[in-house]
Structure formats: structure tokens, C-alpha cells
């Protein structure tokens, strides 16, 4: 069983950038897709991007953040990251990982995340 840990979130102003981390901990974090999610105040949370398990480079990101957001992975470190530039305050909410591994899914604690205009 793998635990996950979110980290890097804070308050930036609008265009600044934030380097969000998802550290694993009990088991190998490269055996396990890797997906970012976000939830804003009084709504639901939403899909950011996913990294597969493995090697692959098939990333996907949601549309509001594609082209500014980019997601990767550190084997040696067993982490995995989303790289946020261009921040805008609609980017505003708590991040959350999950590392899932067929009907398996791991979630953090989330960081918040916070962007001013």
C-alpha cells in the first residue's frame, strides 16, 4: 500500500508559478498512475492531470490547464510533480494526488493553493 503526500502550495500572485509535489511513501510510486485533482471553494473537485504508471509519457491535462501546468515524475525521489506557471486566481483551490493501481486508490491530504490579482 502506497501513502502520498501533497506539498509546494501557497500564495502567489497572478503569472508567478508554484511547484507542487506528491511524495510516496510503502511502496514504489512508478507502479502507480499519478493524477492531480483540485477543488475550489463550494465546488466539486476536478481532474488537473494524470501521468501513467511505468515509463509512459501519455500525459493528460485538463483543458483549463494544459499549456501552463506540466506533470512529471521523479523515480529515484518517488515523487511525482505538477509544475504550475502562468497562475491565475480561477487556479485558486486545494490540490490534491492520488496514486490509484486498478481498484486501488490512494489519496492525500491536499495542499492549498492560492493565487491574487
Known amino acids: 500500500q502506497v501513502q502520498v503526500v501533497e506539498s509546494g502550495g501557497g500564495l502567489v500572485q497572478r503569472g508567478e508559478s508554484l511547484r507542487l509535489s506528491c511524495a510516496a511513501s510503502?511502496?514504489?510510486?512508478?507502479?502507480?498512475?499519478v493524477g492531480w485533482y483540485r477543488q475550489a471553494p463550494g465546488k466539486q473537485r476536478e481532474f488537473v492531470a494524470l501521468?501513467?504508471?511505468?515509463?509512459?509519457?501519455?500525459?493528460n491535462y485538463a483543458d483549463s490547464v494544459k499549456g501552463r501546468f506540466t506533470i512529471s515524475r521523479d523515480n529515484a525521489k518517488n515523487t511525482v510533480y505538477l509544475q504550475m506557471n502562468s497562475l491565475k486566481p480561477e487556479d485558486t483551490a486545494v490540490y490534491f494526488c492520488n496514486a490509484w493501481s486498478g481498484r486501488n486508490v490512494y489519496w492525500g491530504q491536499g495542499t492549498q493553493v492560492t493565487v491574487s490579482s
Open positions: 501521468i501513467p504508471s511505468g515509463g509512459s509519457l501519455n500525459t
Open positions: 510503502g511502496s514504489s510510486l512508478s507502479s502507480y498512475a
